[in-house]
């Protein structure tokens, strides 16, 4: 009987010990969770004071780049309406006239990039806007080849464009479309080495996309607009 009492009383001894080890190690790892999450509180913290001021700064910068666009854009105009009043005295073909054209070429770049600015800053901003209407592309096709006719000339690259029959009239903002198709066509001239060669090709998928290419999306509930398709617009040029 005494050995049978002395066993329970070991047995009640080892249980307490295993309890208070047990109670010890709850009590440690809910101080290191505590701890972890007092951590996390401040990380977080941080991070929203982070995000705070990347958002003042990513306004600071939209507000500074409209500004900064729209100063450029009062005198630039001013500069343009002078020149037009210079051009209705010369005639084409003389030195005065070509110096001219030049300035307004250089114009129509410079007004091209405040444009692309002000448009970062609408982006930033969610005030971008789609104006879509109904566009004949071999119309815009046209436009950016002559828009960008003359700096190839300098460079001696021969320019072509190729609208395909079937491309119908489409639902697009041309000022956009006209702005991609001018960017692209800028970097293949930009790259291309003297007397070399870029193509605009231009053509009409309906119902899907070509493997690999960044189609414009055409649909649109205008009647006369083609519908269910893809514009795909596609610069190539001999250059790097």
Not at 59 to 82: G, I, R
Request: glycine share 4%; charged share 30%; hydrophobic share 40%.
């Amino acid at each position: 009987m005494t050995t049978l009492m002395k066993r329970f009383q070991l047995m009640v001894t080892n249980l307490k010990h295993a309890y208070d080890d047990v109670e010890e190690k709850v009590r440690t790892r809910t101080r290191e969770l505590n701890q972890a999450n007092e951590q996390l509180r401040d990380h977080q913290a941080r991070l929203e004071d982070m995000n705070r001021e990347l958002k003042r700064n990513d306004q600071f910068k939209s507000d500074f780049l409209a500004m900064m666009s729209h100063e450029l854009k009062t005198p630039l105009t001013s500069l343009m309406v002078s020149v037009g009043y210079i051009e209705t005295d010369e005639k084409p073909g003389t030195d005065r006239w070509e110096a001219i054209q030049n300035i307004k070429r250089s114009e129509q770049a410079l007004h091209s990039t405040i444009e692309n600015i002000l448009d970062v800053s609408r982006l930033d901003a969610g005030r971008m806007t789609l104006d879509r209407m109904s566009v004949d592309v071999a119309d815009l096709a046209d436009a950016a080849c002559a828009i960008m006719g003359p700096l190839a000339q300098n460079k001696g690259i021969s320019l072509r464009s190729t609208v395909d029959e079937d491309v119908p009239i489409v639902m697009l903002d041309p000022d956009k479309v006209m702005k991609i198709i001018i960017n692209l066509l800028g970097n293949a001239v930009k790259f291309t080495p003297r007397d070399g060669d870029v193509k605009l090709d231009i053509s009409y998928h309906q119902n899907g996309q070509v493997e690999g290419e960044q189609p414009i999306d055409a649909r649109n509930a205008d009647e006369d607009a083609a519908t269910d398709g893809s514009l795909v617009i596609c610069v190539s040029d001999s250059g790097i």
